[in-house]
């Protein structure tokens, strides 16, 4: 049985930072290429940023300069440190594995392991 638990959101002021961490159980972590998304009210879910077992890391356009992905394999934990929080950054933050092959559709069975993620909200 595979969990994920987001944690570390938050309310904080624009140009602020925040922590977040995910922490997961089962096999799922230390052999795939974990991933932070987010989704804002009324919008698709995105993918903010991915990092492969080994530790090489890739964003989307938006975040980039600004977040920084990192894991513990030893303990099963993936972190994502935010800063210079935008109010366009407010939205709820999930963590789960990715892949390229499963890129384009996140209801497919491969993202079956959604958290009930943490809510990031950044005030202007």
């Known amino acids: 049985q595979v969990h994920l638990v987001e944690s570390g959101g938050g309310l904080v002021q624009a140009g602020g930072s925040l922590r977040l961490s995910c922490a997961a159980s089962?096999?799922?972590?230390?052999?795939?290429?974990m991933g932070w998304y987010r989704q804002a009210p009324g919008k698709q879910r995105d993918l903010v940023a991915t990092i492969t077992s080994g530790g090489s890391t890739s964003y989307a356009d938006s975040v980039k300069g600004r977040f920084t992905i990192s894991r513990d394999n030893a303990k099963n934990t993936m972190y994502l440190q935010m800063n210079s929080l935008k109010p366009e950054d407010t939205a709820v933050y999930y963590c789960?594995?990715?892949?390229?092959?499963?890129?384009?559709?996140?209801?497919?069975?491969?993202?079956?392991?959604w958290g009930q993620g943490t809510q990031v909200t950044v005030s202007s």
């Open positions: 089962g096999s799922i972590f230390s052999i795939n290429t």
């Open positions: 789960n594995r990715w892949s390229i092959y499963y890129s384009d559709d996140y209801s497919v069975p491969f993202y079956d392991y």
